[in-house]
């Protein structure tokens, strides 16, 4: 199983690597157009939040350690925070775990999604990004929020809430952008950021979703991993035990065969 998981972390990785360029590409041209006040008021108002929408990115499997457990933790501190300010939440699920954990805690799941992998996992994440993209413009949900493990290394997974919507300018590296570009547009803003939007909050899901895919793969070798380890040093001590039941054995053998001679 570790061996199957290296497989799949090496895929998952290369996967990453070639999404994040133009990740960190789409995200400063879109950051720099937010900072010069170019954002679409309808995915960028800000409003008094009085219903969210939470997207929670799981495994399907289990053997991943603490993965999962992890996800579950952050989302019930998400909604005591959220129930605490009389927030309505609107829950969304990738991943079976996730789903399994909400319907064992009576939690609402407006919609959940299974084995999301491969080319064609971006169509269903694109259709998500525009349904919660509609419900905000009609103001129907007044935020939405991922909450995922993102990928640094094999060892390193960090847990992240990151905002979804509104539109704020946010980095890839989740620092504040500060500074502000005057650029000359063309055709003019309100075209580049019609196309720009929909793009960057698709990819934005699926960036999530290949972080959270890769994390658990690494999670889970290294959990196999410590298995391997765990099993082997269980069969030295049992191997050391019988190896001590059997030379006492041997001993009180011998020691019956002395005792019988002597008697005799």
């Not at 990785?13 to 950051?31: F, G, W």
């Not at 959220?82 to 909400?102: C, I, M």
């Not at 959940?112 to 971006?122: D, F, I, N, P, Q």
């Amino acid at each position: 199983m570790k061996m199957v998981s290296s497989s799949k972390l090496h895929k998952a990785q290369v996967a990453l690597k070639n999404m994040l360029p133009y990740a960190q590409s789409l995200h400063h041209i879109m950051n720099r157009l937010l900072a010069n006040g170019y954002a679409p008021p309808g995915v960028s108002e800000k409003r008094t939040v009085r219903r969210t929408a939470l997207v929670v990115f799981s495994s399907d499997s289990a053997l991943c350690g603490a993965f999962n457990t992890n996800i579950f933790r952050e989302l019930q501190k998400a909604l005591a925070a959220y129930r605490s300010q009389h927030v309505d939440v609107t829950l969304y699920v990738v991943g079976k775990k996730a789903f399994d954990f909400a319907r064992r805690e009576g939690l609402h799941v407006a919609r959940h999604y299974e084995k999301l992998s491969g080319a064609t996992a971006g169509e269903p994440l694109a259709a998500l990004a525009d349904e919660l993209t509609d419900l905000f413009e009609k103001q129907e949900i007044d935020r939405a929020e991922l909450i995922y493990h993102r990928f640094k290394s094999i060892g390193t997974q960090t847990l992240t809430s990151e905002p979804f919507l509104p539109l704020t300018p946010i980095a890839a590296d989740n620092t504040a952008v500060s500074t502000a570009t005057d650029y000359i547009l063309e055709p003019d803003h309100k075209s580049l950021m019609t196309a720009l939007v929909p793009q960057m909050l698709h990819l934005q899901l699926y960036t999530a979703l290949l972080h959270s895919i890769t994390s658990e793969h690494a999670v889970r070798m290294i959990a196999m991993q410590t298995a391997t380890d765990n099993a082997d040093e269980l069969i030295d001590e049992l191997t050391v035990a019988y190896n001590k039941s059997r030379q006492q054995a041997i001993t009180n053998e011998l020691l019956d065969i002395v005792g019988g001679a002597v008697n005799n």
